[in-house]
């Protein structure tokens, strides 16, 4: 029940928000995308949880989300699939745009580089094999093709407003992705009361901006998906 409380808050801020920016500038505004957002949005957080709880366990005896994890990529993956979606549309491709990783590596190789750096000055605890494994491979399999890719590309069609700014075109849509982002690390509902981490949304929600701006340069989510695994595993290899 908390889950669903969550989500339900989750899903009414960005209703509110998207419907005051859709009807702002309504010509760019496909409220029929957005719902289809909250719909994905509802979609991967049922898998996440296993239906909130409702889902036996394969393997029990792992720590991490294996299942859930495993369960929501193939989500992704399946509905990108859809003529609707399309996975080239969704970024869900090995390719990128010609000349794109002239200035995307740089960009990689600074975020590696502070974020080894911000590893090496706060260490953290020792690690099991199974920790390594999973940032190795789930953070960035799962999030990255769902956040960058297939919602990212469901509310990019729901406001179709752009302003070019870095080389790249932005919109609402990277926005609101990178928000809900944030929310689904910082926000939560358990006790009775909301829980919010200013801190902890800051640290998600605006490295998600830098994921944002590889996908959309590149076409591809591949650097967001090393990126991302690569900020989470190396404060446990060093």
Known sequence: MNGLISLGAILGRLLLAGCAAGLA??????????????????????????????LPQVAPQLQWNWQGKVLAMAATFAIA?????????????????????????????????????????????????????????????????FYRGLLLLALDRAFTARVQFLGIDWGWGAIFSCALFGLAHAFSYSGGHFTFDPLYMALTALPALIAVWLRV???????PVIMHNFGNAIPLLV
């Open 25 to 54: 500038d309504r010509k760019h505004f496909a409220p029929r995308w957005l719902i289809a957002a909250m719909l994905l949005v509802a979609i991967n957080d049922a898998l996440l949880t296993g239906f909130y709880g409702t």
């Open 81 to 145: 699939l859809l003529p609707a979606f399309q996975w080239r549309n969704a970024g869900l491709t090995l390719k990128h745009n010609p000349g794109s990783l002239r200035s995307a590596i740089p960009v990689l190789a600074l975020y590696g580089l502070f974020f080894l750096a911000i590893s090496l000055a706060f260490p953290s605890g020792p690690a099991t094999g199974e920790d390594v494994a999973f940032q190795l491979t789930m953070p960035g399999f799962e999030e990255e093709p």
């Open 217 to 223: 340069r590149t076409g591809s989510v591949l650097l």
